[in-house]
């Protein structure tokens, strides 16, 4: 039964530092983020959060600079949002799945267009 609170309190995690990113923080470092999974160990002391930035890599670097400077403020919210005993350490981590998706994405593309490529060369020699 215990193993169910630490996810429960990460997605509840998510939603409130998603709402905070929104509408709160005012540093123009933090670009287009989006907070895609929070992970929290079984002790409640630290909280992975996932997140993903929509831009070029030096938007990305300097959104994670803003979002490390804006851990102290996030806690403090997070502590007067959520009731817990102790507010979790948030430690930010770019959450790479979708450029890994879109790659393989866009491999899968290139060869279903050489295939064709191919079958259309095979069929026009006959």
């Known amino acids: 039964m215990g193993t ?9 995690i998510q939603k ?4 905070l990113l929104n509408k709160g923080l ?5 670009g287009f983020v989006t907070i895609t999974g929070v ?3 079984p002790d409640l002391h630290l909280a ?19 979002l490390k400077n804006a ?4 806690r403090h919210e997070l502590g007067r949002r959520i009731r817990l005993r102790y507010t979790p350490d948030l430690a ?17 593309r290139q060869a279903a ?14």
């Open 39 to 41: 992970e929290v160990t």
């Open 48 to 66: 992975k959060v996932f997140y993903t930035v929509l831009g070029d890599e030096n938007v990305r670097r300097n959104t994670e600079r803003g």
């Open 4 to 12: 169910r609170r630490p996810q429960r309190i990460g997605e509840q």
């Open 26 to 30: 005012k540093d123009p470092r933090v």
């Open 113 to 126: 267009a050489t295939r064709s490529e191919d079958d259309s060369e095979d069929s026009g020699s006959d």
């Open 92 to 108: 930010f981590i770019f959450d790479s799945t979708l450029d890994y998706g879109e790659r393989i994405e866009t491999l899968l």
């Open 16 to 19: 409130e530092i998603s709402a």
């Open 71 to 74: 851990v102290p403020y996030l």
